[in-house]
């Protein structure tokens, strides 16, 4: 089955612990990127891959990093989180080949820092 | 920049059609999309334009006009599982970028 696989679906985690969110894809998509999801805000781009070993900062970049060494896959690191990044986070996916289909989105990650 | 608007809420009742507006100023155009979401989970894809007019897709249509900066997304013949959010999205020239207006909050009730 098609789709895009985020890890952990729940977090709640210290400030200042660093932590991974893993997000993976089976569709051999070139392009991923990761978003989260605010009330009020909507879905804010944090940063985006165009391919592999090509990352670039979104709308939302300060206190995350990316990297993209395997074309399937493009986890999220916070190095040290903060209350303010309690978040519901998405991991998405698309392709020149289906862009009429804009995006596949993961489950998303909800994450808490207390 | 861009700039993505849409109604925060609206309701309707079971049955019945609504249209949900959304209109946008962004930095190039190459296409609009309409997403649906339930509460806590990941948006799916409803449709998508890119030249103007009517795209329909069973009990739902999207509507797009270039030079009004304007699409709506039609709803018809409603059911409860319609209560959901819907995303508006535009994808500005040359991108895969997508940017997200903050949703519409649709109720339906019985």
């Known amino acids: 089955e098609a789709q895009v696989t985020q890890n952990p679906r729940y977090l709640i985690t210290v400030t200042g612990k660093k932590l991974t969110v893993t997000c993976s894809q089976n569709?051999?998509?070139?392009?991923m990127s990761w978003y989260r999801q605010d009330p009020g805000l909507g879905l804010r781009q944090i940063y985006y891959?165009?391919?592999?070993?090509?990352?670039d900062k979104g709308d939302v970049p300060e206190g995350y990093k990316v990297s993209r060494k395997e074309k399937r896959n493009f986890p999220l690191i916070l190095e040290s989180p903060s209350p303010n990044q309690t978040s519901l986070y998405f991991c998405?996916?698309?392709?020149?080949?289906?862009?009429?289909?804009?995006?596949?989105f993961g489950s998303g990650t909800r994450l808490t820092v207390v | 920049g861009q700039n993505i608007d849409q109604p925060t809420e609206m309701t309707a009742t079971e049955g019945a059609i609504v249209q949900i507006n959304c209109t946008y100023q962004?930095?190039?155009?190459?296409?609009l999309f309409w997403y649906q979401q339930h509460a806590g989970e990941a948006p799916t894809f409803l449709s998508y334009?890119?030249?103007?007019g009517l795209e329909e897709k069973g009990r739902f249509s999207s509507f797009l006009s270039r030079s009004k900066g304007y699409s709506y997304l039609l709803l018809k013949e409603l059911q409860m599982k319609d209560s959901a959010s819907y995303l508006c999205?535009?994808?500005?020239?040359?991108?895969?970028?997508?940017?997200f207006g903050t949703g519409t909050r649709l109720l339906v009730s019985p």
């Open positions: 998405a996916s698309s392709s020149a080949t289906t862009g009429n289909y804009g995006y596949t």
């Open positions: 569709m051999n998509h070139e392009y």
């Open positions: 891959s165009m391919n592999v070993e090509v990352t």
């Open positions: 962004t930095s190039g155009f190459n296409g």
């Open positions: 334009n890119v030249l103007d």
């Open positions: 999205a535009v994808r500005p020239r040359g991108f895969q970028k997508l940017v």
